[in-house]
């Protein structure tokens, strides 16, 4: 459940509700272990669904960074983004409930 979205909400307060909505929506959202990274600026979440279109093989995988409102990502965090981005991936950053949802919102059940 969302909070008021008056109030500055916490890194970590959003770092959870990603989690919550991904599980709910029959997604996962593991931690990048950072006891053992390897490389500075490191996302904070990866996010991994099924594939959209049950006669393609590809799933949806991105790597998230949750940030504070207000809060952008540090130069490293933003070199490592640009390196994953390089190889492929969808790298998207997050500072509030509204992102998370526009992120997800192509997995919402209708």
Not at 21 to 48: F, S
Not at 90 to 108: G, I, K, M, Q, T
Request: aromatic letters at 8%; zero cysteines; hydrophobic letters at 40%.
């Amino acid at each position: 459940m969302k909070p008021s979205r008056r109030r500055k909400i916490p890194e970590k307060t959003v770092e959870q509700y990603l989690v919550e909505r991904v599980i709910a929506l029959g997604g996962d959202a593991p931690k990048l272990d950072l006891r053992h990274q390897d490389r500075l600026g490191r996302t904070d979440r990866l996010v991994l669904f099924p594939s959209l279109n049950p006669r393609r093989d590809l799933a949806f995988v991105v790597y998230v960074e949750v940030k504070a409102a207000g809060e952008p990502p540090a130069s490293h965090q933003l070199r490592e983004h640009e390196r994953l981005r390089a190889l492929g991936f969808n790298v998207r950053v997050v500072w509030s409930y509204e992102d998370v949802d526009a992120l997800l919102a192509p997995f919402e059940r209708h």
